[in-house]
């Protein structure tokens, strides 16, 4: 397991002095094509179209998880000899730092997986590639993410997975949700990923106001994370607020849109 900086995409300067070799720009744009043709649910894969060993994705929570339509940014930096070392991935989306949406997502945005070198367990092989890296990850965004933790298969007391699901739910839809689509300057969006999030944000706002209003019993309580990993205090109602400010502002910005492709003779 790696537990050095030698995870980050972005401190890569052991490889910032090699040369990317014909095999492995072969190899990532098929990795990259067999995304855009067959796309996995709930994956978005942006390329740099200055370096095809760096892009970013957007991963958006499974239905059915604390994590649903939740949108979280990885930044993703291919080795020199990709496939045979795997790509280093980092986790944007963590609230300045403050939230650790996942046992397995720390604050720092280190994804600990296996195949990355981040985790015990089955390693990377050549024969994996982007689209087994990028499901490897959205899979951990599980029902009960709170058993992700080692030693901790069972509840540890009785009422800890729904306690850290409650944590992880207020959490993705103050941050990965409005935040993202508020696109906050510190999380350093592109232009591409906020039209991405925007986008698909009507169609899951119904989803959000629904999660809010059942869970605003627990407004003015503090979280009660099972792991320690969250501090806060829930409000709901705050995030009502957010939400149908962004779903005005993104409706009013689709009706300008939609006047100016107007012809005005018509």
Not at 88 to 93: F, P, Y
Not at 166 to 185: F, L, Q, S, W
Request: aromatic letters at 10%; glycine letters at 6%; hydrophobic letters at 30%.
């Amino acid at each position: 397991m790696s537990h050095s900086s030698s995870w980050d995409p972005n401190k890569c300067h052991d490889w910032d002095s090699q040369g990317v070799s014909y095999t492995t720009t072969v190899r990532l744009k098929r990795d990259i094509s067999e995304i855009y043709k067959d796309p996995p649910p709930g994956v978005v894969l942006l390329p740099n179209p200055d370096d095809i060993t760096r892009m970013q994705a957007v991963i958006t929570g499974p239905f059915d998880t604390p994590y649903e339509g939740g949108y979280f940014l990885f930044t993703i930096r291919c080795p020199p000899d990709y496939p045979i070392k795997p790509p280093r991935v980092k986790l944007m989306t963590t609230g300045y730092g403050a939230v650790r949406f996942n046992p397995n997502f720390y604050k720092s945005g280190k994804v600990c997986l296996s195949i990355l070198g981040t985790w015990s367990g089955p390693a990377w092989s050549p024969a994996q590639s982007l689209t087994t890296l990028l499901l490897s990850i959205q899979s951990l965004m599980n029902e009960k993410p709170y058993h992700n933790e080692p030693g901790f298969h069972k509840e540890r007391s009785p009422g800890d997975c729904e306690r850290y699901n409650n944590c992880v739910k207020h959490e993705t839809i103050r941050v990965a949700v409005c935040d993202m689509v508020e696109g906050v300057p510190s999380l350093g969006l592109t232009d591409e990923v906020k039209r991405v999030v925007r986008k698909s944000f009507l169609s899951y706002y119904d989803v959000y106001m629904t999660a809010c209003e059942q869970n605003k019993r627990l407004d003015g309580t503090p979280f009660e994370d099972p792991h320690r990993g969250n501090v806060g205090t829930f409000n709901f109602e705050k995030l009502i607020s957010r939400l149908k400010a962004l779903k005005q502002s993104i409706e009013l910005e689709s009706r300008e849109v939609t006047a100016m492709d107007v012809d005005p003779e018509d």
